[in-house]
């Protein structure tokens, strides 16, 4: 496989045995890295999470090409090869153990009476292969009753862990909390884990299991209201819930403009900011108001400041106070999807960056988050098709023509 | 400073220029892995985040200490030394090059201008000190008209990038996005950038710039739907949020229940679970009810099965769904934050942990989501108070006691 001599991974090995989002993107970020990732699928049906995205048909259990830009598969799996196994064969898992005997990474989120009859449990791969650093994700931990409860992180993370009771108005349906958001979370934290045992195999020569859950995720990200109950045993939502006219800063909170949109300030310590902010929105008058001039003030009088707000910013479009605030205040518009890919922060940056795709053409792709200044993440290759690398990665393990052939045969690749 | 031997980043010395969630949370992965965290304070205000939690008082410009358990400030800078330090002074900056010298990762959220006054920007230090690790995080990125604008994680990456977007209803106000929920996530990917910049080192002796943006990180987040626009230049929001009854599978919706809780379907592979589903809520007769059989038949008569479903879920109370649901298909109830700090499986998995605090006494804190099965992350110390460690730090880095009350004196510490 291409990979860039200069890549940090470049010559690690990981075998990924996961499907849909939170997995493959944890392999993901390891391959821009440079590692070699080797993303193992069912035959046949393959990875679910080749037909699961916005505005995609239902589930097409053929396996067949969907007519559309497949770009969630796309952007979860890049940089990867795809071979089909069937590890509830004798010979799949001969060759996933084959695969596994030079790997310095297995990444998985089977549940534990899969990763038995699969026989990949970590004390089994533990054994065999020592040096394997062995990467789980879970849905609730590895122990206790719900431990091989399917899992998905709109239950497990979102709706579980809090995150929907936060985001949630009084006498509407929470929300759904879907679009892998927890799984992108879950994904770094199972990269970085893997990432720190790497750093000490080089001491010790061993690996070890590396675990996150879904859950636990969802609680770390929640710190700030979590740590709340933990320490009073009371619930501190209602802080950042409050109805707006109850707020006691007016200065963080979301206005409408007149043209219906809406922006957001953020000025916790609002004595920085108050004259510059008036200036920027054209009140010079309130600068000075006995009022408002302090902090102090401001929340004594947080309900009349609230409503003077309200009503001027209802005055002007998003557009003119863009260009009154920017720059002069830490405020932000709210963004749609398309003004966010839009956004000249966002160009200037290259977050998203174009990619030569053999069959979609030229397209952008989101770019890692993370950078590192002399040895970038790279995007090499698309997102494999379904078992596009198996007779490849076959011959590469030494198996043989007539091997594979034998293994088509039998339906175990 | 205390440390177990066996932590992965054990003798790993980490400088911390940085305050309020993001970069302070990357600090507490490296510490909570065993690294040495300096964490630099100004002198008098402290670091913001002291007293920027749920409930608190307004800032405390004195610094004085709150009379409440600092939980937001315990569990973001855990396991750290704290040392105040005036950057902007020749000693300020002749103790924190000493500090820099044997560092291993220097961690900051300055702003550009704030790195070239205090003369700690990346050139500048990588020139000085070749092996230091350089970990950065911006609001919108290092280039552009933004770049140094002001940034918080609602502005920067919970309204910019679309989170706040996608999590509204029509004609109802946004929400603020807080609680630091993008700067958990932006700690993760700056923690993982350094841990890959630190195996690295270990074949080049040299540190680089290792950097995030919390608008890349909401991007990242929202993969599902940028890379849709991205690939199609269409918004792809609509799927997640249609209204309930519009949905082409009523089993990924939340209900409602008797006493007013709501509980979500987790089934996007609903032929899966459907049989079973129907038995766990006590309706087999829906099961080869011919509207109904398959998920085509779902999707075709989606309404109907949601109505269905909406009076059936209304009928009995959460706890009695609960037991029906558990372990048979998908879902869960939305917990408040009492009810997640309570949930059996955060319980059994140890996801919150004991702590003695020498101040607090006997306290819960999240454990970190990341675990490593031989070294698995510590909790040694607590959070610091302001300036706790200062004369200890200038003592160990060669300080005499004489220099530490001329810095006193001149304000420098």
């Not at 929340?299 to 209802?314: G, H, K, P, V």
């Not at 590192?372 to 007779?391: C, F, K, N, V, Y």
Request: hydrophobic share 35%; aromatic share 10%; with cysteine.
């Amino acid at each position: 496989m291409e990979q860039t001599d200069r890549s940090v991974l470049h010559g690690i090995k990981v075998v990924e045995v996961a499907q849909v989002a939170a997995v493959p993107m944890a392999g993901r970020h390891l391959a821009d890295f440079g590692a070699d990732v080797i993303h193992i699928e069912p035959p046949v049906t393959g990875d679910a999470w080749r037909n699961w995205q916005p505005g995609a048909p239902q589930q097409n259990v053929e396996g067949t090409q969907s007519p559309y830009i497949n770009y969630c598969w796309e952007n979860f799996n890049r940089n990867k090869r795809s071979i089909t196994l069937n590890l509830a064969t004798d010979s799949g898992r001969e060759i996933l153990y084959r695969l596994l005997s030079p790997a310095d990474v297995f990444l998985t989120n089977l549940r534990s009476f899969e990763r038995q009859k699969f026989q990949v449990e970590y004390n089994t791969l533990h054994q065999k292969f020592p040096h394997l650093i062995y990467g789980s994700l879970y849905g609730y931990g590895k122990a206790g009753p719900e431990k091989d409860a399917p899992a998905y992180d709109t239950i497990s993370s979102w709706a579980r862990a809090g995150l929907g009771y936060y985001f949630s108005h009084p006498g509407l349906p929470p929300f759904i909390g879907g679009a892998a958001l927890g799984d992108t979370v879950a994904a770094l934290g199972l990269a970085l884990g893997v990432s720190l045992a790497l750093i000490n195999r080089e001491k010790t020569g061993v690996g070890q299991e590396v675990d996150t859950s879904l859950l636990h995720i969802g609680m770390y990200q929640l710190t700030y209201f979590i740590s709340g109950v933990c320490a009073t045993g009371k619930d501190a939502k209602d802080w950042g819930t409050l109805p707006r006219e109850k707020s006691p800063n007016p200065l963080i909170l979301p206005y409408e403009t007149k043209d219906n949109r809406w922006l957001l300030l953020s000025m916790p310590q609002s004595d920085r900011y108050w004259p510059k902010f008036c200036i920027a929105i054209g009140k010079e008058e309130l600068i000075d108001d006995v009022r408002f001039f302090s902090s102090e003030k401001r929340t004594e009088n947080s309900e009349a400041l609230f409503r003077i707000l309200t009503e001027f910013f209802l005055s002007r479009d998003l557009s003119e106070w863009k260009g009154r605030l920017s720059g002069a205040v830490p405020y932000s518009p709210y963004q749609n999807f398309l003004e966010a890919v839009a956004d000249p922060q966002v160009r200037i940056n290259n977050m998203l960056i174009p990619f030569e795709h053999p069959k979609y053409g030229r397209m952008e792709v989101i770019d890692n988050p993370v950078r590192l200044s002399d040895m970038p993440p790279t995007i090499r290759t698309p997102a494999p098709e379904i078992g596009q690398h198996t007779e490849e990665i076959l011959l590469e393990y030494g198996y043989r023509r007539d091997d594979i052939e034998r293994f088509k045969g039998e339906g175990t690749v």
